[in-house]
C-alpha cells in the first residue's frame, strides 16, 4: 500500500486535493477527515500541515508528499546527516518566493544593510543559512506568521516572508530588498536515504529495517 501525505490546510491544500481526485484518487469529504482509503488504488492519504510533511516523509513513516519546496528546505534540511526527504517532481501550482522586505522609510535598500539587524520570518532555516552563506550576521526573529506586522510592532527591523502577489507587504508599509532567496512552488517529495553514514553490514539492500528512522 502507497502512503501519500497531503496538504490539510492552507493554499495547497485545495489544489493538491483537486489534482488528486482528477488524477482518480478518492479525496476526504470533509475537512475534519484526517485520513482516506482509497482501495481502488490500494492508497493512503493522510492530511497533515504541509510544514510537517516532509518530516514524516524524510522519517519514512510514508511514502511521498504533497508540500511547498520553501517548507521541503525548511524542515528536512539536506545537512549530510541522517535520511531527507527529496523533491520528486514540481506541481505547478502555489508558486512563492521567500524575500526580505523592510519599512519603506527604513533606508534599509540592499541586503547588505541587513548586517546587525533583527530579521523576523516564520523560516528560521533557511534564512539563517541564507545568511551564513552571503556573510552577513543578524539576528533571526522566529515568529509563526502575521510576520509583515514585526516591524511596525518594534520586534524587526526587517523580514524575510513568503510574497505571492506582494498585497501583504504593501499593506504593512514594506517594500522588497534585493533578489529572491528561493523561489518555491508545490513538490512531491520522497525520502532519500542517508546519504554520508556508512551501510550497515547487518542491513542488505532494499532491506526494509534499514529505512526506518531508528536505524539512521
Ligand atoms: N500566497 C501565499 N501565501 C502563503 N503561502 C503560499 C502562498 N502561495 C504559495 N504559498 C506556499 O504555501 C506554503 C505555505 O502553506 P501554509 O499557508 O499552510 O503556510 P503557513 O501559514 O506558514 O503554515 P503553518 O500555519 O502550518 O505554519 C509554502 O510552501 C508557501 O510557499
Ligand atoms: O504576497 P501575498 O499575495 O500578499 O501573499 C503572501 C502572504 O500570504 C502568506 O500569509 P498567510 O495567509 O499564509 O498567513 P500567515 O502569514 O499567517 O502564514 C504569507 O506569509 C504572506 O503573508
Known amino acids: 500500500m502507497l502512503r501519500i501525505a497531503v496538504p490539510n490546510k492552507g493554499?495547497?491544500?485545495e489544489p493538491a486535493a483537486e489534482m488528486l481526485a482528477e488524477s482518480g484518487y478518492r479525496q476526504r469529504r470533509s475537512t475534519k477527515d484526517l485520513a482516506v482509503y482509497d482501495p481502488d488504488n490500494d492508497t493512503e492519504f493522510f492530511y497533515l500541515?504541509?510544514?510537517?510533511?516532509?518530516?514524516?516523509v524524510a522519517a519514512g513513516t510514508?511514502?511521498?508528499?504533497?508540500?511547498?519546496?520553501?517548507?521541503?528546505?525548511?524542515?528536512?534540511?539536506?545537512?549530510?546527516?541522517?535520511?531527507?526527504?527529496?523533491?520528486?517532481?514540481?506541481?505547478?501550482?502555489g508558486r512563492s518566493s521567500f524575500r526580505f522586505a523592510s519599512p519603506v522609510e527604513s533606508g534599509i535598500e540592499k541586503v547588505e544593510q541587513l548586517a546587525r539587524k533583527r530579521i523576523a520570518t516564520a523560516y528560521p532555516?533557511?534564512?539563517?543559512?541564507?545568511?551564513?552563506e552571503s556573510g552577513i550576521e543578524a539576528d533571526v526573529v522566529k515568529l509563526d506568521g502575521a510576520v509583515e506586522t514585526a516591524c511596525r510592532l518594534g520586534v524587526?527591523?526587517?523580514?524575510?516572508?513568503?510574497?505571492?502577489?506582494?498585497?501583504?507587504?504593501?499593506?504593512?508599509?514594506l517594500h522588497i530588498i534585493g533578489e529572491p532567496v528561493l523561489t518555491s512552488e508545490a513538490i512531491m517529495v520522497r525520502r532519500e536515504g542517508p546519504r554520508r553514514s556508512r551501510p550497515s553490514p547487518s542491513c542488505g539492500a532494499g532491506s526494509r529495517a534499514c529505512s526506518s528512522p531508528a536505524s539512521t
Open 125 to 132: 532555516v533557511l534564512l539563517r543559512r541564507f545568511l551564513e
Open 11 to 13: 493554499v495547497l491544500s
Open 49 to 56: 500541515r504541509p510544514r510537517d510533511i516532509a518530516v514524516y
Open 156 to 173: 524587526a527591523d526587517a523580514v524575510c516572508d513568503v510574497v505571492e502577489t506582494g498585497t501583504t507587504l504593501r499593506a504593512a508599509g
Open 62 to 93: 510514508l511514502d511521498v508528499g504533497i508540500t511547498g519546496r520553501d517548507m521541503l528546505l525548511e524542515t528536512a534540511p539536506d545537512d549530510g546527516e541522517g535520511p531527507v526527504a527529496v523533491e520528486v517532481m514540481s506541481l505547478g501550482f
